[in-house]
């Protein structure tokens, strides 16, 4: 069997269902622990709006799940998020999850009567709604939800109907962290994913550097990265898939963001 990730800290319950180890007990206490440790580290950047670091993002989304409590809202409780992408999304994310409630977040595209019936089969008690301010009161952090406790509903496309709700735990959310965390690990990337895998188990991808450019990797079956860009790559490099022999092809962006091939050969 391929297996071109790195297994270790990872156990399976007696379902087979695989569990990282060592990972918080749910959203809240990970970003706890980011706070205390960053606390004015820059967390999230608006374009054309503000900029806040750790702890104001900690302190404004308790302040929110106060408002919450405060409109009636009771842990366990459905809300949904109408927002468009923004800094107060994301402090209505974290809000609602510091107030122990379950986001529901909707999708700016739906039609109006696809938000209703997100809305009303969600059971959603509040609903954040574009225009209009978050709800504000004194701040609240409910501590002690656990991995198995439900943290959000996902609402597919509707392709073939009404979208149908999917339910992600706060162990759902930690899995995907954890997957990105012992994937592989590229010194300073402050992101990557991956586009594709060989038979021979090597692995391509992307990831960002601290000045948020795009480089391309491969990761070999050892575990042994070699990282590399374009020539020319002023604004990126970007893997697509790699084949049997190893050999990588992707994009690249130059200075005026015009697109162009490459090749990167697996050297033996």
């Not at 927002?83 to 595209?109: E, H, I, K, Q, Y």
């Not at 509040?126 to 991995?147: A, Q």
């Not at 060989?198 to 070999?220: K, P």
Request: charged share 20%.
């Amino acid at each position: 069997m391929l297996r071109p990730f790195n297994y270790s800290r990872i156990e399976r319950d007696a379902d087979q269902i695989a569990h990282y180890l060592g990972r918080p007990e749910s959203l809240i206490a990970m970003l706890r622990a980011t706070v205390d440790r960053y606390p004015r580290n820059e967390a999230i950047v608006e374009l054309g709006g503000e900029r806040i670091d750790y702890q104001e993002l900690w302190d404004r989304s308790a302040r929110v799940a106060g408002g919450l409590k405060d409109s009636g809202v009771q842990r366990g409780d459905r809300v949904a998020i109408r927002l468009g992408n923004s800094l107060d999304w994301c402090v209505a994310f974290w809000g609602t999850l510091m107030a122990g409630a379950v986001v529901v977040p909707v999708n700016t595209r739906f039609s109006e009567p696809e938000i209703e019936y997100v809305v009303n089969d969600s059971g959603s008690r509040f609903v954040f709604h574009p225009g209009h301010p978050l709800p504000t009161g004194h701040p609240l952090v409910v501590e002690d939800l656990t991995k198995p406790d439900l943290a959000a509903i996902f609402y597919t496309s509707g392709t073939t109907g009404f979208p149908k709700g999917a339910m992600t735990t706060q162990e759902g959310f930690l899995w995907q962290e954890g997957a990105s965390l012992t994937s592989f690990a590229v010194t300073g990337a402050v992101a990557t994913w991956t586009s594709g895998v060989n038979s021979s188990g090597y692995v391509t991808g992307g990831y960002q550097d601290s000045n948020f450019v795009t480089h391309g990797y491969i990761r070999g079956p050892s575990g042994t990265i070699f990282t590399f860009s374009a020539p020319d790559a002023a604004q990126g490099t970007y893997p697509v898939s790699i084949n049997d022999k190893g050999d990588v092809a992707g994009y690249y962006l130059d200075a005026n963001y015009v697109a162009h091939g490459f090749v990167v050969e697996l050297k033996s």
